[in-house]
Antibody, heavy 121, light 107 residues
Framework: QVQLVESGGGVVQPGRSLRLSCAAS????????MYWVRQAPGKGLEWVAV????????YYAEALKGRFTIFRDNSKNTLYLQMNSLRAEDTAVYFC??????????????WGQGTLVTASS | DIPVTQSPSSLSASVGDRVTITCRTS??????LNWYQQKPGKAPKLLIY???SLQSGVPSRFSGSGSGTDFTLTISSLQPEDFATYYC??????????FGPGTKVVI
């Protein structure tokens, strides 16, 4: 069965870096676009970044450009999010999600359980 | 990015009620609209994709409709397990998917 398992969250001082991982299993990882979505405490869902199945194209939420980098290692079935210069407002649960495209639409059909990142001194 | 709005932001309902949540976009997104349910401490769960297609395993009391800029999620008879927050998401401006602000359904 499809599984996405995030890791790497934790408490980090503002200005420091953190790398999140998302281990995928149960499907052919290298053929899917993958997303990071975050949710600040008590807030809604916010799209963070997306990467093409082969890693050749990447897109970021405007406010995060230059600080966050999405990448993947298809040989390890793992998605990553490198977060630099973290700010208090980056505190959130970070989810990875798989995108599915079919004749009826484009959507995120499987999500990980999320990993909490807290940027605080 | 295509802004997405939802209404209401929250609603109070009882078991057995018919519930309707509306999602609106600022430009035509045809049928590229998805609905997710999220319970506290859990990941979002896909309910409806392509505006009206029911995701496998989702109860038939959930339905979606609409096209263009106006969309609706309907729960025909609210069950205790349906108390949650519901988000719509546009996927027209691929690969950038933007979410609505959410609608919290409370008892």
């Amino acid at each position: 069965q499809v599984q996405l398992v995030e890791s790497g969250g934790g408490v980090v001082q503002p200005g420091r870096s953190l790398r999140l991982s998302c281990a995928a299993s149960g499907f052919t990882f290298s053929t899917y676009y993958m997303y990071w979505v975050r949710q600040a405490p008590g807030k809604g869902l916010e799209w963070v970044a997306v990467i093409r199945y082969d890693g050749s194209d990447k897109y970021y939420a405007e406010a995060l450009k230059g600080r966050f980098t999405i990448f993947r290692d298809n040989s390890k079935n793992t998605l990553y999010l490198q977060m630099n210069s973290l700010r208090a407002e980056d505190t959130a649960v970070y989810f990875c999600a798989r995108r599915l495209d079919n004749g009826s639409g484009r959507y995120l059909d499987y999500w990980g359980q999320g990993t909490l990142v807290t940027a605080s001194s | 990015d295509i802004p997405v709005t939802q209404s209401p932001s929250s609603l109070s309902a009882s078991v057995g009620d018919r519930v309707t949540i509306t999602c609106r976009t600022s430009q035509n997104i045809y049928g590229y609209l998805n609905w997710y349910q999220q319970k506290p401490g859990k990941a979002p769960k896909l309910l409806i994709y392509g505006a009206s297609s029911l995701q496998s395993g989702v109860p038939s009391r959930f339905s979606g409709s609409g096209s263009g800029t106006d969309f609706t999620l309907t729960i025909s008879s609210l069950q205790p397990e349906d108390f949650a927050t519901y988000y719509c998401q546009q996927s027209y401006s691929t690969p950038i998917f933007t979410f609505g602000p959410g609608t919290k359904v409370v008892i």
